[in-house]
């Protein structure tokens, strides 16, 4: 079946200038991760959504970073006023919610690049 | 709070060689302890997992055993391949907050040469 999307693939924009990350979770996956990948901090979780629940945003590096989740299912990442150090590639990840050993599911990631 | 070690890479290794790459762990409770892994161009894929102390995950000849007792879950493989080079990530399912999330180790790099 159709895996987790993300698009843009690669984005490159301005320092300063907003850009907006897209993820299209695996049908009926109710959980939805963002993470960033970058050089000088690995892996790092950004946000989480779980059905209609508030999401916890508890790893969001600043409040230029947002994001929301329509009907339960596509997710945007924005950042506003993109700053060098937000290059990076972003992942989204979904997962089911039975079972408390539940897979999450990597998208491709969309690289940005600020220039 | 929880925190994932992994060795540092890159490694480098001659096909049909032994391949060990350790991961050590700090965290509350009994996590979940996985493996992704990332090839080049790709996104990152679940490669295998254990649930509690002394699973073993097992996948395309990659094994890790879970470790309370050394809170480790090291990936070994008895005979890699050229096709094997990528990077691995060791992570584990926090139950902080209870969101599920992941936190990774730093990945190490394979490569696997002919």
């Known amino acids: 079946g159709a895996g987790v999307s993300q698009s843009p693939s690669n984005k490159v924009t301005e320092k300063g200038k907003d850009v907006e990350l897209r993820c299209d979770p695996i049908?009926?996956?109710?959980?939805l991760y963002w993470y960033r990948q970058s050089l000088g901090q690995g892996l790092e979780f950004l946000i989480y959504?779980?059905?209609?629940?508030?999401?916890?945003k508890s790893g969001l590096p600043s409040d230029r970073f947002s994001a929301e989740r329509t009907g339960g299912s596509v997710s945007t990442l924005t950042i506003q006023r993109t700053q060098q150090e937000d290059s990076a590639v972003y992942l989204c990840?979904?997962?089911?919610?039975?079972?408390?050993?539940?897979?999450?599911?990597f998208g491709p990631g969309t690289r940005l690049t600020v220039l | 709070g929880d925190s994932v070690t992994q060795m540092e890479g890159p490694v480098t290794l001659s096909e049909e060689a032994f391949l060990t790459i350790n991961c050590t762990y700090t965290?509350?409770?009994?996590?979940?302890l996985f493996w992704y892994v990332q090839y080049p161009g790709e996104g990152l894929q679940l490669l295998l997992k254990?649930?509690?102390?002394?699973d073993k995950g097992s996948n395309k000849g990659f094994e890790a055993t879970y470790r309370k007792e050394t809170t480790s879950f090291h990936l070994e493989k008895g005979s890699v391949q050229v096709s094997d080079s990528a990077v691995y990530f060791c992570?584990?399912?926090?139950?902080?907050?209870?969101?599920?999330?992941?936190?990774f180790g730093q990945g190490t790099t394979l490569q696997v040469k002919p």
């Open positions: 990840a979904s997962r089911t919610r039975a079972g408390s050993t539940d897979t999450q599911y």
């Open positions: 049908s009926g996956h109710t959980a």
């Open positions: 959504f779980q059905g209609n629940s508030a999401p916890d």
């Open positions: 965290a509350t409770g009994y996590p979940s």
């Open positions: 254990a649930t509690k102390a002394d």
């Open positions: 992570a584990l399912r926090s139950f902080s907050g209870n969101t599920g999330k992941l936190i």
